[in-house]
């Protein structure tokens, strides 16, 4: 599997982005996609995961309320929407895609997309 996010940019706190990650290769019935974001000098952050096929999902605390991750079968595609966005949610977001009976390291990673918030 193949994965390639879209949808970053700059956006003034309290304002809303939608990224897209693309998936290719393979079906993705057993697999899981995950939102992570990095920030300078900051350890990798798991932001949201969904299950492809059950449509299950995660969010980690800081985001829950505010994010919604969801997925398109007909594109292969999984959205993750960002509302109300604070300077704290600046950061690169990465998209993994992986089996569900591994984990996210073992998965395919795309290159990120970058997310600035200005206050």
């Known amino acids: 599997v193949e994965v390639v996010e879209s949808g970053g940019g700059l956006v003034q706190a309290g304002g809303s982005l939608k990224l897209s990650c693309a998936a290719s290769?393979?079906?993705?019935?057993?697999?899981?996609i995950s939102w992570f974001r990095q920030a300078p000098g900051s350890k990798r952050e798991l932001v949201a995961t969904?299950?492809?096929?059950?449509?299950?999902?995660y969010y980690a605390d800081s985001v829950k309320g505010r994010f919604t991750i969801s997925r398109d079968n007909a594109k292969n595609t999984v959205y993750l929407e960002m509302n109300n966005l604070k300077p704290d949610d600046t950061a690169v977001y990465l998209c993994?895609?992986?089996?569900?009976?591994?984990?996210?390291?073992?998965?395919?990673w795309g290159q990120g997309t970058q997310v600035t918030v200005s206050s």
């Open positions: 290769g393979r079906t993705l019935s057993n697999y899981a």
């Open positions: 969904i299950a492809w096929s059950a449509g299950s999902t």
């Open positions: 993994a895609a992986w089996v569900v009976t591994t984990t996210p390291n073992s998965g395919s």
